[in-house]
């Protein structure tokens, strides 16, 4: 599993799970990972929401990191101060905090706190905009 700052050629995005839930009802999910970004959950989150019903996201790019030490303590930390978002979704912040890239989020409460700590954020209306400007998919809304 890699740990660290992210070294790959594409940016990266960490994402949280309700990304891959928005992302699966609209059907995209897989056109998703045709972007020249690359997307990565926190290794806790994966295992605990993602991994049981989609297995499959590993092989269609997703990277599963793990969170260092220090990055760990702050998600802990950002219990303490945010009490809305769940603590998985706290760990893909500390996670974005750590890789030093934007946050990829659909849950209010965690853009919420992202927004206070300064992370740069996106949401699936981004991700969707991403996809035409990238010509994976079309606007056809006239």
């Given at each position: 599993m890699h740990?660290?700052?992210?070294?790959?050629?594409?940016?990266l995005l960490i994402s949280d799970s309700n990304i891959f839930i928005d992302l699966i009802s609209g059907d995209l999910l897989q056109i998703m990972f045709q972007l020249p970004e690359e997307f990565?959950?926190?290794?806790?989150?994966?295992?605990?929401e993602l991994a049981e019903q989609h297995s499959d996201l590993p092989g269609y790019g997703l990277k599963v990191l793990e969170i260092q030490g220090e990055f760990m303590m702050?998600?802990?930390?950002?219990?303490?101060?945010?009490?809305?978002?769940?603590?998985?979704?706290?760990?893909a912040l500390a996670l974005a905090k750590q890789e030093a890239?934007?946050?990829?989020a659909g849950d209010r409460d965690l853009r919420n706190a992202a927004k206070e700590e300064g992370v740069e954020l996106h949401g699936t209306l981004w991700l969707v905009d991403r996809m035409i400007d990238e010509k994976l998919i079309t606007n056809n809304s006239g």
């Open positions: 740990v660290g700052k992210w070294n790959a050629r594409m940016p990565a959950v926190p290794n806790i989150l994966y295992k605990e702050q998600a802990y930390r950002l219990r303490a101060e945010y009490k809305s978002p769940g603590q998985n979704d706290l760990f890239c934007p946050l990829v």
